[in-house]
């Protein structure tokens, strides 16, 4: 699959509610993310819940971008702006600073 992506994701492992379904998060982006999931929606299904980051809980609006065996991706439609920076989410632009040694 390859897929071009508006926004970078980040490894991040959230507990997700998708549907009143439960999952985890395998990367993240301010735009949506893809999550473990044993029964995904079908592609296209409009979808909303929740995603805790750092003890908070996020409500979302998205829709099913993709699914695959056992995952699928996420657009998020609407999400609170302050999500992005809780979450680690990094703009385009931005560069990670390298680690010091």
Known sequence: MNLTRAMPRL?????????GASAVTLDVSSGGFCALLTEAPQQGT???GSILVRGHSFPFSGRVAWTGA??????FTQIPPTFAESAGWLPPDARPT???R
């Open 11 to 19: 490894p991040r492992q959230f507990k997700v509610a998708v549907n």
């Open 70 to 75: 056992d995952r699928m991706g996420v657009c």
């Open 46 to 48: 409009s979808v909303s």
């Open 98 to 100: 390298p680690p010091v």
